[in-house]
């Protein structure tokens, strides 16, 4: 049986010292999400990418850039 796809929440990093970071600060401060690889439809510099519910993207990216992590690109795919 096929598992069913959703629509998700992704942050691309250009490099994996970005997406460490973002996986740290995360940890520390209880954000929602994970680190995944890059989806194929999406092309970024380090292969790694945040993955999270599309409803937490304004929180995801606030925090984010208040802790001074860059990403390259943000998208909502169904994966």
Same mark, same amino acid.
């Given at each position: 049986?096929? =598992?069913?796809? =959703?629509?998700?929440f992704i942050?691309?990093? &250009?490099?994996?010292?970005?997406?460490?970071?973002? &996986? %740290? !600060?995360?940890?520390k401060c209880?954000?929602?999400? %994970?680190?995944?690889?890059?989806? %194929? +439809? @999406?092309?970024?510099?380090?292969?790694?990418?945040? =993955?999270? +519910?599309? *409803? *937490? *993207? +304004?929180? $995801? $990216?606030? #925090?984010? =850039?208040?802790?001074? @992590?860059?990403?390259? #690109?943000? !998208?909502?795919?169904?994966?």
């Open positions: 049986m096929l =598992k069913k796809k =959703k629509p998700a942050i691309a990093f &250009d490099a994996t010292i970005q997406a460490m970071a973002a &996986d %740290r !600060h995360a940890a209880g954000l929602p999400g %994970r680190l995944i690889p890059v989806p %194929r +439809e @999406i092309t970024a510099g380090c292969g790694l990418a945040w =993955k999270a +519910e599309p *409803e *937490e *993207e +304004e929180l $995801l $990216l606030s #925090s984010f =850039k208040k802790a001074g @992590i860059k990403w390259a #690109s943000t !998208h909502v795919l169904s994966i």
